[in-house]
């Protein structure tokens, strides 16, 4: 547990740190915003006057700034920029966890919990580790469980490889 209040999605930005937030911004596909109609709303709510892979590299100090301060809105709209570039990672994982979705998004209601069961953030870490960029696996993973079982505990198999 982080701490003793109710765990937020910027608490798991803070938890694996700058450097993988920076990694992940990274990772951002231009195209897959243009293709789901989000370029021009991040590029206003991350205040960019041009949005390119070079523009958020240089912004990713001032945008960790804004989620460590708690801006759960903001960190909220980060997720959706990072997750809707690799749509093929999330299916590849509810495909594996058996979850139903479509096409990487799943009903609000759905209960997750006969597919979250026992060590299954561990079995999604080894079986996707090496297919997919570490630093986006594990927040996803963190993200999944957050979402859907409101968990407070981090998973971070990266900070054992670091050490």
């Known amino acids: 547990m982080l701490n003793s209040r109710k ?28 293709t789901f109609q989000m370029y021009e709303r991040v590029k206003l709510r991350f205040h960019l006057s041009k949005l390119n892979s070079e523009t958020l590299k240089k912004a990713a100090p001032r945008l960790f700034a804004r989620i460590q301060s708690g801006e759960e809105d903001f960190a909220s709209d980060v997720t959706q920029t990072i ?45 996707f580790r090496e297919a997919f960029p570490p630093t986006l696996l594990v927040f996803y993973i963190n993200h999944l469980n957050w ?15 670091a050490a």
């Open 7 to 34: 765990m937020q999605l910027s608490d798991i930005y803070v938890a694996l740190g700058e450097q993988h937030f920076t990694s992940m911004l990274r990772n951002v596909s231009i195209s897959k915003l243009k």
């Open 83 to 127: 997750l809707v570039s690799r749509m093929d990672m999330i299916k590849a994982v509810l495909d594996h966890l058996g979850m139903p979705h479509d096409d990487g998004f799943f009903a609000k209601d759905l209960d997750a919990t006969p597919y979250l069961t026992g060590d299954w953030k561990e079995r999604v870490w080894e079986t």
């Open 147 to 161: 979402e859907m079982t409101k968990a407070d505990e981090l998973f971070n198999p990266l900070a054992a490889v």
